[in-house]
C-alpha cells in the first residue's frame, strides 16, 4: 500500500490534517472552522515537504539499486535466457517505489 509515492505524501496529508487541526482547536482555541482550515493549509506545507524530500532522493536509491545489480551481475557472470535481457536495456525493479519522472 506504501509502495507508491503519491500514497504516502496523501497519508501524511490525511494525518497531518487530523493532528494540525487538532492543535490549532485544542492549543490555539480556535473556531473549528478556522481550525480545519489552518490544518489543512499546515497539512499541505507539511505533505509538500514530504514530497520534495522524496522526490530529491529517489535518484539516489535507483542509482543505488543499479549499482548493486550491477554488481551482482559481475559476481555471477552474464545471464542468458528468455526472461533476461540482452539488448542493454536496463528494466525496472519490480519493487521500486519510486517510477521515472519521464
Known amino acids: 500500500m ?10 501524511v496529508l490525511v494525518i497531518g490534517w487530523v493532528v494540525l487541526t487538532a492543535v490549532e482547536r485544542y ?3 480556535s473556531p473549528w472552522p478556522s481550525a480545519m482550515l489552518g490544518g ?3 497539512s499541505c506545507v507539511v505533505a509538500g515537504v514530504w514530497w520534495f524530500a522524496e522526490w530529491t532522493q529517489s535518484p539516489l536509491r535507483t542509482a543505488r539499486a543499479s ?3 550491477r554488481a551482482s551481475e559481475k559476481a555471477d557472470g552474464p545471464k542468458h535466457g528468455p526472461d533476461t535481457e540482452t539488448d542493454g536495456l536496463v528494466s525496472r525493479r519490480a519493487d521500486s517505489s519510486t517510477p521515472s519522472r519521464r
Open 2 to 11: 506504501f509502495r507508491y509515492r503519491r500514497v504516502r505524501v496523501v497519508t
Open 27 to 29: 492549543a490555539e482555541r
Open 40 to 42: 489543512l493549509l499546515w
Open 67 to 69: 549499482a548493486t545489480a
